[in-house]
């Protein structure tokens, strides 16, 4: 033990891929590729363990400073050079690298090792003064910024001043004599803004790097990345100590990175850029134009062979698309880094079934290797990457997609507007449900409130609707019908774009992409397919969805919300008569012109799925959604009663805004709404549960095998689900009487409210089926309004780490799981045959799928869009599940 240092050269590495905890990524790869018997610079990796030591005690651990030296012994020995020496002096380059790559940590600092003295016979040595002073001032410049913490502009600034001095434009017409002078101005600047001397002493040099490595683990920067991607705050980072090679020693060096394939495309060449007689980081900084690497084939033909050559291994040997460096020095190939690249959904899938047809991955590894989440990308319209933006404001990217329309204020000017062949952006503070149908023409739909599962959000994801939500830099006003940004102003009919991948909002208009499925898409999700165990069906409300989800795969629907088809100018009218009816005559006569309406909806929909399951919740919003706002009836009644016109109007207004009075509610989400409402006002379900039935009859009239299953939601008690249970029996056999069929169908319940979880076992009893709401069971289990949570404190409680995730958006398997766990657990005690699944917005995020599967529910529910995510995250979750037992088997 002791070990903290590891070294590596071509052949002899002490590392290796495995040991990336401990080395970093970076540290790993190179010990990995050392022992393939690539070329790469010798050097050594201070381990991720000393980071921690450090960090904690704010001192080396025994020993570390001794192996340090005792691995530079090693470095010099391999390359026949000495640190800090003038006669063949060695350079170092000195980077940081954690398991995972991170753009927080500290930039790498080259040339470490130059000195006065080292300089003077590094001059000798390459017979090149401006090679040497320009290393020797990048030093400096780096060593300054990146250690000392100097502005990197005041470097600039010198740069700068000496190129206007000698009248040149680039940093290349700067001569020798001119870097020798800024080395020295940059010494100065270091001493004027640090008090010290830029330090001499090579060793020196290398503890502050190495020190300044160490503390960047707890930079701003990298603690706020870690935040972001979740990455552990005791993983620490390594240090890597290696032997500098030079790309910019003449037309025989030049330097590049590249991908084994087109990350991209996933087209399968080598993909990159390259610069002859340039140093690493020149690449990157853009300060020449680097050339692709097809052409290092005509350059450098042998360079090129070799380069095919090696990462060609390198991806054998990882099995995985490599992203890596390279630097020639004087006709010489190192390799600086490998790692797996970073890729597009579209070149991660493509890539994965080319690996598996050329035989490096079976298809099992195909399907673990693709982000469930990223197939979001594929399946909706983009904006072309090569459009130039004007980008205006951002707000949340709460629904993927883009799009591109004029704005507009109100839903039904957007249905206006839309009837005459325009396209339009639903602008809103907010959205509710009367904004439906405005929301379902318009092209995208933007907000200034709310967060990512708010209304809009919700309900434009479930149209497969690009949305921008929370985009608080926009003030909208509704009446005037504008909006303000930036100092713009939007009036009606101005065009705007979303990015519902981002959250930009951009001036005018842009051109976008549309989604295309490749072939391999196609063949990946058959895989997924036949890996995967849980079942996978879609909330879809109307024909139109119900016939894309089939497309993307869905078995079945898991929820048809029923509520939209209340709304609509031609219904909302009956529907406002059936809740201000006075007596039950009355609000049977209003809901009798529903019902041929909803059994045509319903109709639609069975058919399109055609053999599969369809659950149909009825009503669960409470009534009041349905009647005009209060606020704004009450103005209008008192202006008619002051223009003491139309007597009778007054009083129809004035008892539509007592019914409104008296269906007003403290706490609308915890009131009388779901089951309760079919409870009080049967008629309503009875109506619903009749159109359903008749449309099921209609259709096997008509030889179309249908699945009804009926959903009554929100039931805290057994007595609850009994009584409506068999009203919908009764209804059943009525129109199976009338209509002189038999059909088949259930009778099920969503479970939302913690009660009915923990009371499953009886419920269930009256229950076919369960569908756990997942949204309003997260709402009741932690006592949170979405709405209200999401705008005002979930922020703050994911910032202090209260929270380690949105539970609207991730379920919360701890406590929401949990009653899930043991709602399932009781039903199928009392009910062996209970179907159960969950539906609501997390049936399509894979950590929740992967629950689902875990806790041995048979189906996940989620909207359209989102079916080929749930369905891979469902094969990953068999996979993980068969991995698991392999393993506890082997012990
Ligand atoms: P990053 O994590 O940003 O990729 P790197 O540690 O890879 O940082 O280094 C940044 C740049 O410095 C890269 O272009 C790399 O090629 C170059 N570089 C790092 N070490 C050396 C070295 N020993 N010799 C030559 N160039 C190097
Ligand atoms: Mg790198
Ligand atoms: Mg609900």
Redesign the pocket.
């Known amino acids: 033990m002791g070990g903290y240092v590891y070294f590596f050269a071509q052949n002899r590495a002490e590392g290796s891929a495995e040991k990336k905890n401990l080395l970093g990524g970076?540290g790993a790869n190179l010990a990995e590729m050392a022992n393939l018997g690539v070329r790469i610079?010798p050097?050594f990796t201070i381990s991720t363990e000393a980071c921690l030591y450090y960090t904690a005690k704010h001192k080396y651990p025994d020993n570390l400073e001794e192996q340090i030296k005792e691995n530079l012994k090693k470095v010099e020995q391999a390359t026949g050079r000495k640190f800090g020496s003038r006669q063949r002096p060695l350079?170092?380059?000195v980077?940081?690298?954690a398991r995972i790559?991170m753009?927080g940590?500290m930039?790498?600092v080259?040339n470490l090792g130059l000195n006065d003295a080292s300089a003077e016979g590094l001059i000798q040595e390459a017979n090149n003064l401006r090679f040497t002073y320009d290393a020797y001032r990048r030093l400096i410049q780096m060593f300054g910024n990146v250690v000392l913490g100097i502005p990197a502009e005041k470097f600039e600034k010198l740069i700068e001043k000496k190129k206007e001095v000698r009248c040149v434009q680039d940093d290349i017409e700067l001569t020798g004599e001119d870097l020798k002078e800024l080395t020295d101005e940059f010494k100065e600047l270091t001493e004027k803004e640090k008090g010290i001397e830029f330090p001499q002493d090579s060793f020196e040099q290398l503890r502050m790097a190495i020190d300044a490595v160490f503390a960047s683990w707890n930079n701003k920067r990298a603690i706020s990345y870690r935040k972001i991607n979740k990455i552990p705050e005791h993983w620490g980072t390594a240090v890597?100590v290696?032997?500098?090679?030079?790309?910019n020693m003449g037309d025989d060096s030049g330097?590049g990175?590249g991908f084994t394939r087109d990350p991209a495309t996933g087209e399968k060449e080598l993909y990159g850029e390259y610069l002859i007689n340039a140093?690493?980081?020149?690449?990157?900084a853009g300060i020449r134009t680097p050339l692709p690497l097809s052409t290092l084939k005509k350059k450098m033909p042998a360079i090129n062979a070799e380069l095919v050559d090696i990462t060609e291994k390198l991806e054998r040997h990882y099995r995985d698309v490599q992203d890596f460096?390279?630097?020639i020095e004087k006709g010489t190939l190192?390799m600086?880094?490998t790692r797996s690249g970073k890729r597009t959904a579209q070149a991660a899938i493509k890539i994965a079934c080319d690996m598996v047809k050329e035989g490096l991955i079976d298809k099992k590894e195909a399907l673990m290797r693709i982000e469930p989440g990223q197939l979001d990308q594929l399946l909706h319209r983009r904006i072309d990457p090569q459009a130039k933006l004007e980008v205006l404001a951002s707000g949340l990217p709460a629904s993927p997609g883009a799009a591109t329309g004029g704005v507009v204020f109100t839903a039904d000017r957007a249905v206006e507007l839309v009837e005459k062949g325009e396209k339009v952006i639903l602008v809103r503070k907010e959205t509710s449900p009367e904004d439906i149908h405005g929301m379902a023409v318009a092209e995208g739909i933007l907000t200034a409130r709310g967060g990512r599962t708010s209304h809009a959000a919700v309900v434009a994801r479930g149209m497969g609707k690009c949305c921008v939500a929370g985009c608080e830099a926009i003030k909208v006003n509704e009446k005037e019908k504008e909006f303000r940004v930036n100092g713009f102003t939007f009036k009606e009919g101005d065009f705007i774009s979303l990015d519902g991948n981002t959250g930009r909002v951009i001036k005018g208009k842009v051109s976008t992409l549309e989604p295309e499925l490749s072939a391999e898409f196609t063949e990946l999700m058959k895989w997924a397919n036949e890996i995967k165990t849980l079942g996978v069906r879609a909330n879809a409300d109307t024909p139109g969805d119900a016939r894309l989800a089939r497309e993307l795969g869905a078995e079945g629907v898991g929820l048809c919300r029923t509520e939209h088809m209340f709304f609509g100018e031609k219904r909302l009218p009956y529907v406002q008569q059936m809740i201000l009816a006075e007596n039950k005559e009355d609000r049977k006569k209003a809901l009798e012109k529903l019902e041929p309406m909803q059994k045509d909806d319903f109709k639609g929909i069975l058919k399109e799925m055609e053999g599969l399951p369809v659950i149909i919740r009825l009503l669960d919003p409470p009534l009041h959604e349905f009647l005009p706002n209060y606020e704004d009836l009450l103005v209008e009644v008192s202006k008619l009663r002051m223009e003491k016109t139309d007597e009778k109007r007054v009083r129809e207004k004035e008892s539509l805004l007592e019914k409104i009075v008296a269906l007003r509610e403290v706490n609308p989400m915890l009131g009388h709404r779901g089951c309760r409402l079919g409870i009080t006002f049967p008629e309503v379900y009875d109506m619903q549960a009749r159109a359903v039935f008749e449309a099921v009859a209609e259709l096997i009239a008509e030889k179309i095998s249908v699945k009804p299953e009926i959903m009554i939601p929100l039931v805290v008690n057994e007595k609850e689900l009994a009584i409506l249970r068999k009203e919908v029996i009764r209804i059943a056999e009525e129109v199976m009487e009338e209509k002189k069929v038999k059909f088949e169908y259930k009778v099920g319940t969503m479970i939302e409210l913690p009660r009915a979880a923990l009371c499953a076992g009886k419920i269930a009893q009256q229950a076919d089926f369960f569908s756990y709401g997942t949204n309003d069971l997260t709402q009741t289990t932690f006592g949170f309004s979405r709405d209200d949570a999401e705008g005002k404190f979930i922020p703050i409680y994911l910032e202090d780490k209260i929270l380690t995730d949105n539970p609207f958006e991730i379920l919360d398997q701890e406590g929401v799981g949990e009653l899930i766990e043991i709602g399932t657990q009781r039903g199928r005690k009392a009910n062996k045959d209970l179907e159960v699944g969950i539906c609501g917005e997390h049936g399509g995020e894979p950590s929740s799928v992967k629950f689902c599967h875990r806790i041995g529910l048979d189906y996940v529910s989620c909207s359209p869009y989102r079916i080929p995510i749930a369905r891979l995250a469902a094969a990953q979750a068999k996979l993980e599940e068969d991995m698991l037992k392999e393993e506890v088997r082997a012990k």
């Open positions: 970076k610079p050097g350079l170092v380059s980077r940081s690298g790559s753009p940590m930039d790498t080259l890597n290696q032997t500098m090679v030079f790309g330097t990175v140093q690493g980081e020149d690449v990157v460096e390279f630097t190192f600086l880094q």
